[in-house]
């Protein structure tokens, strides 16, 4: 399999370069300059390397047979391109990824529509420095002092009522 000579970046720098965060901009440049580099490193040699001419090595070299030697090892040797074997994998990242987000954008919608319904809530109501009691139990019928059903005494805080146990105290034994 035949190497396929690189001719320019694949890398859209500039597209890259609007994601980067202020704080790493050193960083994005350097890797970018390093790239660069590289890639007109390679660019700098010819994509065959030159042909040997066997022939004038033949008339010069007085050992018979040494450059037919090696002529038939360099001609043998083959130095293996390494075989491209994770495209599957970051393939199925992508696609992994792109339902993670579709999951989160539609999540993230249906949150929207329930804080807008929220917001509409809050909007129909009176303003609270325009409520009356009778109003609030209405508007919050959980939250509201209800003297009938569930009648509590001043300050009306639940840790001021009668059987009231608080969670987060710790827990005594009775030894």
Do not use: C
């Not at 690189?6 to 960083?27: D, F, K, M, T, Y």
């Not at 040997?52 to 040797?77: E, N």
């Not at 009938?148 to 005494?153: D, E, G, L, Q, V």
């Amino acid at each position: 399999m035949a190497a396929k000579r690189i001719a320019q970046s694949s890398v859209n720098w500039a597209s890259l370069g609007e994601r980067v965060p202020e704080h790493q901009r050193a960083q994005f440049l350097a890797f970018k300059s390093k790239s660069e580099g590289y890639l007109r490193r390679v660019l700098a040699n010819p994509e065959q390397p030159p042909a040997i001419d066997w022939a004038f090595y033949k008339s010069r070299v007085p050992i018979a047979g040494m450059v037919d030697d090696f002529q038939k090892q360099y001609t043998a040797l083959k130095i293996p391109y390494p075989t491209e074997n994770v495209s599957s994998q970051l393939d199925a990242l992508e696609s992994e990824t792109k339902n993670e987000i579709a999951k989160f954008k539609s999540d993230s919608s249906q949150r929207i529509e329930e804080y807008k319904k929220q917001l509409a809530h809050l909007a129909s109501l009176i303003p609270y420095d325009q409520m009356t009691m009778e109003d609030y139990r209405e508007a919050y019928p959980e939250d509201a002092v209800d003297p009938i059903n569930k009648p509590t005494y001043w300050p009306h805080e639940p840790e001021d009522q009668i059987g009231h146990v608080d969670k987060d105290a710790p827990v005594q034994s009775s030894h």
